[in-house]
């Protein structure tokens, strides 16, 4: 079911909405880095109707699994993110001098006079929820470069990486004659 509200039904009171988004929608869209953990993200919204400017905020969560960046550990990111939008008439953000306020703000944009569909924008506040590159911990210390052990859990006894490149092993490798 997408998320929308008619226009004709919102007014001063306000209109409060719960409604669901397909995570694996929105883990989709946010490349290969996510999967969905539960079917769906929760939202919860309120919209009120000034004039013929509708104002929209709430709150969209959801669970999203990913592989560490670092350890390539299986994790999962919750979140919970708090929303809010401005809806003009049809027209008015060209209008330009009633809605200056409004020009250039990305959180407002025009609605058709009938119905306000909000999948789109909720689904790019949870993508701007999801970091580029996941972590399991801030403090993860990933994998050794050389033996892959997992250095969250033990440690190894390779030689740190600056003495095991190239340019060391020759070094180690010259003989004195
Ligand atoms: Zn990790
Ligand atoms: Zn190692």
Redesign the pocket.
Known sequence: MPISLPIADLGSTPTLLNGKLSTAWCAERAGDVYRAVGPTMEVALEAVKAAEVVEVKGHIRGSFGFDCSRCAEPAVLHIDEAFGHHFVGPGQLDAGEEVDEFDADPDVSEHDGVRIELDDLLVEVALLALPAVPLCDPDCKGL?P????NLNRET???QPASLASPTWAALRDFKVN
């Open positions: 050794c050389q033996c892959g052990t190894c006894g390779c």
